[in-house]
Nanobody, 126 residues
Framework: QVQLVESGGGLVQAGGSLRLSCAAS????????MGWFRQGPGKEREFVGV????????YYADSVKGRFTISRDNAKNTVYLQMIRLMAEDTAVYYC???????????????????WGQGTQVTVSS
């Protein structure tokens, strides 16, 4: 398993942008799809999006489609979540997670992921 550390969270005004990073240590980062999840106050953890091991395929939740973009740099063992046009509803702790598979999947089940970061807080003020 890899260890995952998210960074880049913070406070931003509605309409603003943030880029989150997730740095992985350990072997096999480039062999697994990577996902992003989030958990807002009083809400269950929800799927945000996923990128395949090679970076060619991405899927997003409808709530973020067109505003969020996932990318990865396998040479740097890092996956990114670029967020634009942020809304108050995007306020949450954001987690990256390593999938059990190489292919990206629209299966949003957290059990499909076997390593998780500690999360980074994103707060969007309206």
């Amino acid at each position: 398993q890899v260890q995952l550390v998210e960074s880049g969270g913070g406070l931003v005004q509605a309409g603003g942008s943030l880029r989150l990073s997730c740095a992985a240590s350990g072997r096999g980062f480039n062999l697994r799809a990577m996902g992003w999840f989030r958990q807002g106050p009083g809400k269950e953890r929800e799927f945000v999006g996923v990128i395949s091991a090679g970076g060619a395929t991405t899927y997003y939740a409808d709530s973020v489609k067109g505003r969020f973009t996932i990318s990865r740099d396998n040479a740097k063992n890092t996956v990114y979540l670029q967020m634009i046009r942020l809304m108050a509803e995007d306020t949450a702790v954001y987690y990256c997670a390593q999938s059990r598979r190489a292919a990206a999947s629209t299966n949003a089940d957290p059990d499909e992921y076997d390593s998780w970061g500690q999360g980074t807080q994103v707060t969007v003020s309206s």
